[in-house]
């Protein structure tokens, strides 16, 4: 008895959410696009309408907006950096939509659906990358936006392929910063990406060249705040090291790292200004070697005549 009593409430429960159509249908009724068929049923849980032959989903229920995507769309902003983008290009509703070419559009949005979640899981992983690096390197916000905008035109183009997120990543950052005026040594960049040296030259030659971005060599003055800060070194040391920069022949820097020329430039204004910092400090403040440091101070030293002024002040600090 009991168990009978337990049939008939799930035969019930199935009624009520299965709702049949009537077997009776007028000459214009809806067809399945797949078999032909005319009857259905409707899903009023899931709300949506099924072929009974085929199982065919004829009509389907809006999709269920996540909670992220229902801030971005009511939110002030939708720019680059943003999930979103401001973009969508999911296919719409049936309406509209001839009864013969149902079948074959239902089969087209599915497709654009699994590519759409791909395309949305790659963006979003690279934003939240982009994000990441340019908190650790403390980038401005103008970098962060570029580099999302670029990253979205080699995911668009289909050139992502071959390449993980995070060199893609890093490569544009690398190169957005530098072009913006805000460069970084490789080494911040790898402690950044966790990426060897040789990993992130050959991302920022990749997509240097995908996206035909035109970059000038950084000038050493790009450095001097960057460093001069890391240094502990106060603005009149750092602008000294600017005016020593803006005396330096051409012959001397070219072909040059900018990032020697800078370092040998503070070096130089700290000595200077009685605020010397050891070519030791120099070299584990910026990752770059005594020997170099030595090397381009020695050559700025001989070039601007303070040869004599400078080994002085270094005699006094000993």
């Known amino acids: 008895m009991a168990k009978k009593e337990k049939k008939n409430e799930q035969l019930k429960s199935s009624r009520s959410r ?14 399945c ?30 999709p269920v ?15 680059p950096t943003s999930r979103g983008k401001g973009k969508s290009t999911e296919l719409g509703g049936l ?44 980038l401005p916000i103008s970098v962060q936006e570029e580099a999302t905008a670029l990253f979205d035109r080699l995911l668009s183009a289909g050139k992502v392929k071959g390449w ?20 970084r040594t490789i080494d911040e960049f790898a402690a950044a990406s966790e990426l060897s040296e040789r990993d992130i030259r050959k991302a920022y030659r990749h997509v240097s060249r995908l996206l035909d971005m035109k970059i ?49 430039a503070l070096y130089i204004a700290s000595v200077l ?13 910026i990752g770059i070697s005594e020997p170099t440091i030595r090397l381009r101070y020695g050559e700025i030293a001989k070039a601007l005549g303070i040869e004599e002024e400078v080994k002085l002040k270094l005699e006094e600090k000993s």
């Open 33 to 62: 696009p797949t078999c032909g068929n005319t009857t259905f049923y409707e899903d009023t849980v899931r709300g949506e309408l099924v072929c009974r032959r085929c199982g065919t989903v004829i009509e389907e229920a809006p």
């Open 216 to 264: 000038t060599p950084a000038k050493p003055q790009n450095y001097v705040s960057r460093f001069g800060t890391l240094l502990g070194l106060g603005g009149r040391v750092q602008g000294k090291a600017n005016d020593i920069l803006g005396k330096i022949p051409g012959e001397v820097a070219l072909g040059k790292s900018p990032i020697g020329i800078a370092a040998a």
């Open 164 to 183: 993980s997120t995070e060199e893609l990543v890093t490569g544009i950052l690398f190169a957005v910063a530098k072009r913006r005026g805000y460069p």
């Open 65 to 79: 907006i996540p909670e992220w995507r229902e801030r971005e769309a009511a939110g002030p902003s939708l720019g």
């Open 95 to 138: 309406a509209g939509v001839p009864l013969k070419e149902r079948g074959k559009y239902l089969r087209l949005r599915t497709i654009d659906r699994w590519i759409t979640r791909s395309r949305d899981k790659t963006m979003m992983t690279a934003l939240s990358e982009i994000r990441r690096q340019t908190a650790y390197l403390a």
């Open 18 to 31: 299965l709702r049949l159509s009537s077997p009776k249908q007028p000459e214009n009724a809806l067809k």
């Open 273 to 285: 200004l009685n605020e010397g910092r050891s070519e030791k400090e120099i070299s584990e403040a």
